[in-house]
């Protein structure tokens, strides 16, 4: 089971990234896919969540509106597209795949850095 993330790197505040993760090893249209981050001495916390069928979608609330999750179930990836960044957003983002009650994988993280 891999989740590969990609697609960080350091933008100057009002810039837009787009993230990448691609699965291999496990059923990925059944997983729910989730992106979280984790910033310099703060907890992780839950940045966006998209159903199976990618028809439902959920975000936390300082990225509503600026990022936006995807995924295309014949390439086994998910997004997250970041715009208007702000330096808040820096952190080390991390995919991760879920089937409720039975198995929970996570990439390795990239980074995020949001400065002029």
């Known amino acids: 089971v891999q989740l590969v993330e990609s697609g960080g790197g350091l933008v100057q505040p009002g810039g837009s990234l787009r993230l990448s993760c691609v699965a291999s090893?496990?059923?990925?249209?059944?997983?729910?896919m989730k992106w979280y981050r984790q910033a310099p001495g703060k907890e992780r916390e839950k940045v966006a969540v998209?159903?199976?069928?990618?028809?439902?979608?959920n975000y936390e609330d300082s990225v509503k509106g600026r990022f936006t999750i995807s995924r295309d179930n014949a390439k086994n990836t998910v997004y997250l597209q970041m715009n208007s960044l702000k330096p808040e957003d820096t952190a080390v983002y991390y995919c991760?795949?879920?089937?409720?009650?039975?198995?929970?994988?996570w990439g390795q993280g990239t980074r995020v850095t949001v400065s002029s």
């Open positions: 998209i159903s199976t069928g990618g028809t439902s979608t």
């Open positions: 991760n795949a879920i089937l409720l009650g039975q198995y929970d994988y």
């Open positions: 090893g496990f059923t990925f249209v059944n997983y729910v």
